[in-house]
């Protein structure tokens, strides 16, 4: 076939369509039904239902946990990371295990664990429970994981030279962390603050118990959908629902913009 | 001093002073302690005993960061996410500089290091070459007393090392920094440095100018380490110090002409003796054509000079058979 050229390796054709064909099964149409089930009443309605008081205190609340959550995981968990590559300590194995067990155990579990350590019958003499700072604190717990094992390979994989270049042309290690670590872990650290803020936007089970459901206090968004299913309301849940879809994906694009502008040394 | 990596001992009591302005290569087989040595002068290891000093300085506890010394790292440890300008700025700007000084200075290094016009490629976008001359002008910038290089050619074609070395020496000649650079090559030692220490097994088996180093070998180590050698019994000869000449003689072996083999000026003719002993002889082609000899000749063989070490390797004299 004159002008015809044929690639050497995969068909991009076959591989993108299946791409696409699994993420419209698996995500995409799911989700528009859920818009066609918020736009049920037309979009008058819509708003009516979505832009309420309650509604809006709680989506205020969600992103401000979720905030909360981003900023606390990125240095924890960076810290976190960091202990476990470059310290060596007896059980570290252990502890590194033992990072991973947020995710293993079902959240509604944590959720109680929480209420009875720190709630009113809580032996530790710290009652969080149906507080803003529980419902943050059980965020905290489930989310633990992402930016720990996002980081955690890329600072194995750190050329451990490039610091030693550094040191030998002055550079103390604060600095060496500020002008040489930090640049390169920000990608991973980025993709894994963007998974911890999207489990904590959406996070149900680790919260209900803590949380109580008290509207305008602890009622985030999750528990907000859960309460207007829960009486009859599907057109509201899904309404507040597509809200948040909406919030979480321009934020999830624009941390994603912010990855692309950090690995821009490697294109 | 000495320096231990749990049962591995890098370096065995070592002592070694490097004039200032000098020009010295660490050589030896790798696993021969010389990359070690050169990182505690730098002060990214520190040794177990002894003590290191830089101009007049006791320097042994002293960070890297305070030591003045230039390091370029074997893969040169570029900054991947700073472009090239950056990275050559980068000793300066923690400093705090003023902009204009850093500027300046990097612009001047660019040239230095024939990289012009580059500043504002990150490395990923250099050749390994100017990779390699980027660390070089990164380490250069803040003027340290020592420029240390560990293997600095040792990840580049034959063709670009040979670039580089004629350009490093040049480059030494007009800044006169001690320098200091591993090599497990000796060619590259031997051309380079004025001062070449061999180093093998953690110890230091030689200090000496390159020609002195290949006439007067300390040790068998040496002699087998530093240039091409024949092995004769218990003496050691050099490929051409090894006559071939077709008339028979009272000092001389039969030998056969196994292979010839042409290198442009060298040739280089492997025969084997009457008594079943493989030498290697080196003849200019002139030699070569004179001596008309063929593969499957029947030729006679003389040692010009030929050396031999006592047991404990000390050099005896050698002797003109």
């Given at each position: 076939?004159?002008?015809?050229?044929?690639?050497?390796?995969?068909?991009?054709?076959?591989?993108?369509?299946?791409?696409?064909?699994?993420?419209?099964?698996?995500?995409l149409?799911?989700?528009?039904?859920?818009?066609?089930?918020?736009?049920?009443?037309?979009?008058?309605?819509?708003?009516?239902?979505?832009?309420?008081?309650e509604?809006?205190?709680?989506?205020?609340?969600?992103f401000?946990l979720?905030?909360?959550?981003?900023?606390?995981?990125?240095?924890?968990?960076?810290?976190?990371?960091?202990?476990?590559?470059?310290?060596?300590f007896?059980?570290k194995?252990?502890?590194?295990?033992?990072?991973?067990?947020?995710?293993?155990?079902?959240?509604?579990?944590?959720?109680?664990?929480?209420l009875?350590?720190?709630?009113?019958?809580?032996?530790?003499?710290?009652?969080?429970?149906?507080?803003?700072?529980?419902?943050?604190?059980?965020?905290l717990?489930?989310?633990?994981?992402?930016?720990?094992?996002?980081v955690?390979?890329?600072?194995?994989?750190?050329?451990?030279?490039?610091?030693?270049?550094?040191?030998?042309?002055?550079?103390?290690?604060?600095?060496?962390?500020?002008?040489?670590?930090?640049?390169?872990?920000?990608?991973?650290?980025?993709?894994?603050?963007?998974?911890?803020?999207?489990?904590?936007?959406?996070?149900?089970?680790?919260?209900?118990?803590?949380?109580?459901?008290?509207?305008?206090?602890?009622?985030?968004?999750?528990?907000?959908?859960?309460?207007?299913?829960?009486?009859?309301?599907p057109?509201?849940?899904?309404?507040?629902?597509?809200?948040?879809?909406?919030?979480?994906?321009?934020?999830?694009?624009?941390?994603?913009?912010?990855?692309?502008?950090?690995?821009?040394?490697?294109r | 001093?000495?320096?231990?990596?749990?049962?591995?001992?890098?370096?065995?009591?070592?002592?070694?002073?490097?004039?200032?302005?000098?020009?010295?290569?660490?050589?030896?087989?790798?696993?021969?302690?010389?990359?070690?040595?050169?990182?505690?002068?730098?002060?990214?290891?520190?040794?177990?005993?002894?003590?290191?000093?830089?101009?007049?300085?006791?320097?042994?506890?002293?960070?890297?960061?305070?030591?003045?010394?230039?390091?370029?790292?074997?893969?040169?440890?570029?900054?991947?996410?700073?472009t090239?300008?950056?990275?050559?700025?980068?000793?300066?700007?923690?400093?705090?500089?003023?902009?204009?000084?850093?500027?300046?200075?990097?612009?001047?290094?660019?040239?230095?290091?024939?990289?012009?016009?580059?500043?504002?490629?990150?490395?990923?976008?250099?050749?390994?070459?100017?990779?390699?001359?980027?660390?070089?002008?990164?380490?250069?910038?803040?003027?340290p007393?020592?420029?240390?290089?560990?293997?600095?050619?040792?990840?580049?074609?034959?063709?670009?090392?040979?670039?580089?070395?004629?350009?490093?020496?040049?480059?030494?000649?007009?800044?006169?920094?001690?320098?200091?650079?591993?090599?497990?090559?000796?060619?590259?030692?031997?051309?380079?440095?004025?001062?070449?220490?061999?180093?093998?097994?953690?110890?230091?088996?030689?200090?000496?100018?390159?020609?002195?180093?290949?006439?007067?070998?300390?040790?068998?180590?040496?002699?087998?380490?530093?240039?091409?050698?024949n092995?004769?019994?218990?003496?050691?000869?050099?490929?051409?110090?090894?006559?071939?000449?077709?008339?028979?003689?009272?000092?001389?072996?039969?030998?056969?002409?196994?292979?010839?083999?042409?290198?442009?000026?060298?040739?280089?003719?492997?025969?084997?003796?009457?008594?079943?002993l493989?030498?290697?002889?080196?003849?200019t082609?002139h030699?070569?054509?004179?001596?008309?000899?063929?593969?499957?000749?029947?030729?006679?063989?003389?040692?010009?000079?030929?050396?031999?070490?006592?047991?404990?390797?000390?050099?005896?004299?050698?002797?003109?058979?």
């Open positions: 076939m004159p002008g015809a050229r044929r690639r050497a390796l995969g068909t991009p054709a076959l591989s993108g369509g299946l791409a696409l064909g699994y993420l419209s099964l698996i995500v149409i799911p989700l528009a039904a859920v818009v066609a089930k918020a736009a049920d009443g037309g979009w008058h309605h819509f708003w009516q239902v979505a832009w309420n008081r509604a809006r205190a709680a989506l205020e609340l969600t401000e979720a905030g909360g959550v981003v900023a606390v995981n990125a240095v924890t968990g960076t810290a976190l990371a960091w202990t476990l590559v470059r310290d060596d007896p059980g194995s252990i502890v590194n295990a033992i990072v991973d067990l947020p995710f293993a155990l079902p959240t509604i579990v944590a959720g109680l664990t929480l009875a350590l720190y709630g009113p019958t809580g032996g530790v003499g710290v009652d969080v429970a149906y507080t803003r700072w529980g419902v943050l604190m059980a965020l717990f489930v989310t633990l994981p992402f930016v720990v094992r996002t955690q390979p890329v600072l194995i994989e750190l050329d451990r030279d490039m610091e030693e270049a550094a040191a030998s042309l002055g550079a103390g290690r604060f600095t060496i962390f500020r002008r040489i670590v930090f640049p390169h872990l920000l990608p991973a650290l980025l993709s894994g603050v963007a998974l911890a803020f999207a489990r904590a936007i959406g996070e149900f089970g680790a919260v209900i118990l803590i949380a109580g459901n008290l509207p305008f206090k602890t009622e985030v968004a999750s528990l907000y959908v859960f309460e207007h299913i829960n009486s009859d309301d057109t509201g849940a899904s309404a507040l629902a597509v809200l948040m879809l909406v919030i979480s994906f321009t934020l999830l694009l624009t941390i994603g913009g912010l990855r692309r502008w950090a690995t821009r040394h490697d | 001093m000495s320096k231990r990596f749990g049962d591995f001992v890098a370096l065995d009591d070592v002592s070694l002073s490097v004039e200032s302005g000098s020009l010295t290569a660490l050589l030896g087989p790798s696993g021969g302690g010389k990359s070690t040595l050169l990182r505690v002068i730098a002060g990214l290891e520190v040794p177990d005993t002894g003590e290191v000093w830089i101009s007049g300085q006791e320097a042994t506890a002293l960070k890297p960061q305070k030591r003045d010394v230039g390091f370029v790292f074997q893969h040169y440890a570029p900054f991947t996410h700073m090239v300008f950056d990275n050559i700025a980068f000793g300066l700007t923690i400093r705090r500089r003023p902009k204009d000084e850093v500027r300046a200075r990097v612009e001047e290094l660019l040239e230095l290091v024939q990289l012009k016009g580059l500043g504002g490629r990150y490395p990923a976008q250099l050749s390994g070459g100017q990779r390699q001359r980027m660390a070089l002008a990164r380490a250069l910038a803040s003027q007393e020592v420029l240390l290089l560990d293997e600095p050619f040792g990840a580049l074609d034959a063709r670009v090392r040979k670039e580089l070395r004629e350009w490093l020496l040049r480059l030494h000649d007009e800044m006169h920094v001690t320098t200091i650079f591993v090599t497990h090559d000796q060619e590259e030692a031997l051309e380079l440095a004025d001062t070449v220490v061999v180093m093998n097994a953690g110890r230091i088996e030689q200090v000496a100018p390159p020609r002195e180093l290949y006439d007067e070998p300390a040790n068998a180590f040496v002699m087998s380490f530093v240039g091409p050698v092995r004769v019994g218990n003496a050691w000869v050099r490929p051409h110090d090894i006559e071939i000449g077709h008339e028979p003689r009272e000092d001389a072996h039969e030998a056969q002409v196994e292979r010839i083999v042409r290198l442009g000026f060298e040739v280089r003719v492997d025969l084997v003796r009457d008594d079943g493989r030498l290697h002889v080196q003849l082609r030699e070569a054509d004179l001596l008309e000899i063929a593969v499957g000749d029947i030729v006679w063989v003389r040692m010009r000079v030929e050396r031999t070490f006592s047991a404990g390797g000390e050099p005896t004299h050698p002797v003109p058979v």
